[in-house]
Structures are given as C-alpha cells and as structure tokens.
C-alpha cells in the first residue's frame, strides 16, 4: 500500500499566484481530510469530505481557498491568489467513515512557501 | 470550549532515558483519545488509540495512560532511542463522526 499520496512536496511561488495541491488516498477510504499545519496554529482541520462529498468546510479560512474531489481517489485543494501568510504544510489525510474510531492516514504533506 | 493541552512544550533527554508526556482535555462529549507521532518533515501516524473504559495501550516502548475522570492522558516512553526524537500530538475525538481536537503537541528531543 502506497499510503495517501501528496504532491508537490515543496511548492515556492509568489503571492497572487494560483497554487495547487494535489491528494490521493488510500484506496478504499472514502474519507478525506485537508489540513494546515504551522508552528503559531499547529494543526487545522480545513475541509472534509465523505464519499466525495464536502461535509464541513468551516475550517477553510476564506474565499480564496477551495476544495474539490471529482473521484474517489483524487482531491485538490486550490489557493487563488495566493498571500504570504499562506504559508503552511498542507496535509491530506484519508480513513475508512465510521465511528470516530477508525485512524487518519496522513500524507507527508506539501511544504508551501508564498513569498 | 473543547481543549487539547499538552506538556511540557518541549523536552529534551538522554538516550536510554525514560520519559512522559501530559495531556489534559476539557473536550465533550469524549469518544476517544490517540497520540500521534510526527517526524520532522513528515506526516503524523498513529501510536495509540484509547476510549473511554481503556486505561492504558502499549505499542512497544510506548504506553499511553488515560484517566477519564480527571481527563488527562501522559504517553510513556521506555527506553528512549534517538529515532523517538519528533513531536507526540495527543488527539482527542469529541464523539462526533469525525471532529478531532488536536493538541499543540510536544517536541522530543534525544540527544546521544
């Protein structure tokens, strides 16, 4: 098992730019998750997905940022235009819906720098 | 307010030593607890998973403790090895289908 793929892993642009990360789960998930990491906030949840559909998006910090899962092995998550304080690692994480039992899979997690 | 709090912030020990981290939550109502590891560079993986009638979980030289009572959880290292250097986020499930309150976390360093 490949475990929930990410890409890119490091993304250098300048604000105002369009950027694109890029997420495919674990196959047989049908959860999926993206957050943001950084060292003032830690982690924060910002959308969630089940069975391809978005069930929460209040942790998507404003117009700029959207999310998309055409298929079940694919997600994208989309800052247009990009600032600096967008500046982040930007995981995905996948699990089989359930209970909350059942454990996230992380991504390594696409290390996003808005200069 | 549902809360994750850890420490120490930060906490730095001798290979071969052992060690323990602190958890406290105020988060309701409680479904269950995990402690996640997180390398640099990497994504979080899970070490342990508890709920609420579980008192203690190992997973190697790794025992996570948890009092429902007071709410607080520590997460035991044994024996400390240089690759245990990380962060240690512990992760509370607040009984809903999906929402995790996360800790701040607590950085590890092993020094040889």
């Known amino acids: 098992d490949a475990g929930v793929i990410q890409s890119p892993r490091h993304e250098v642009t300048e604000m105002g730019q369009e950027v694109t990360l890029r997420c495919k789960p674990i196959s047989g998930h049908n959860s999926l998750f993206w957050y943001r990491q950084t060292m003032m906030r830690g982690l924060e949840l910002l959308i969630y997905?089940?069975?391809?559909?978005?069930?929460?998006d209040s942790g998507m910090p404003e117009d700029r940022f959207s999310a998309k899962m055409p298929n079940a092995s694919f997600s994208t998550l989309k800052i247009q235009p990009s600032e600096p304080r967008d500046s982040a690692v930007y995981f995905c994480?996948?699990?089989?819906?359930?209970?909350?039992?059942?454990?996230?899979?992380f991504g390594p997690g696409t290390r996003l720098l808005v200069l | 307010k549902n809360q994750v709090e850890q420490s120490p912030q930060s906490l730095i020990i001798l290979e071969g030593k052992n060690c323990t981290l602190q958890?406290?939550?105020?988060?309701?109502?409680?479904?269950?607890l995990r402690w996640y590891k997180q390398d640099t560079g990497r994504g979080p993986v899970s070490l342990t998973i508890m709920t609420f009638s579980e008192n203690t979980k190992s997973n190697g030289r790794y025992t996570a403790t948890l009092d429902a009572d007071t709410k607080q959880s520590s997460l035991h290292i044994t024996a400390s090895q240089l690759s245990d250097s990380a962060s240690y986020i512990c992760v509370v499930s607040e009984g809903s289908n999906y929402q995790l309150i996360w800790g701040a976390g607590t950085k590890l360093i092993i020094k040889p």
């Open positions: 994480a996948s699990r089989i819906a359930g209970p909350s039992g059942e454990t996230q899979y």
């Open positions: 997905f089940n069975n391809n559909v978005p069930i929460d």
């Open positions: 958890c406290n939550y105020t988060v309701s109502p409680f479904s269950n």
